[in-house]
């Protein structure tokens, strides 16, 4: 029982790097982690006192609008 436990433990922990690696070369995956950053960084600034824009112009990128208001 304990083997084919650990059996299936390995076959799934396999295929389940197998697909997260497929998911983390897309270009979906890069794009999002980027606006991810840009959405951090913003919100950093914002709670560190360190600007005085409006936060909702900082989430907005020229770069391919992924943030539309």
Same mark, same amino acid.
């Given at each position: +029982?304990?083997? /084919?436990?650990?059996?299936?433990? &390995?076959? @799934? %922990?396999? %295929? &389940?790097? !197998?697909? %997260?690696? *497929? !998911? ?12 991810? !950053? /840009? *959405?951090?960084? @913003?919100?950093? %600034? !914002?709670?560190? *006192? ?5 936060? @909702?112009? +900082? ?5 391919? *609008?992924?943030?539309?208001?």
């Amino acid at each position: +029982m304990k083997y /084919r436990d650990a059996i299936f433990a &390995t076959i @799934a %922990l396999a %295929l &389940t790097s !197998v697909a %997260l690696a *497929g !998911v983390v070369y897309t270009d979906a995956y890069s794009h999002t982690a980027k606006a991810e !950053v /840009r *959405g951090v960084r @913003a919100l950093t %600034l !914002v709670a560190s *006192g360190e600007t005085a824009c409006d936060p @909702a112009n +900082m989430l907005s990128s020229n770069e391919s *609008g992924t943030v539309q208001q």
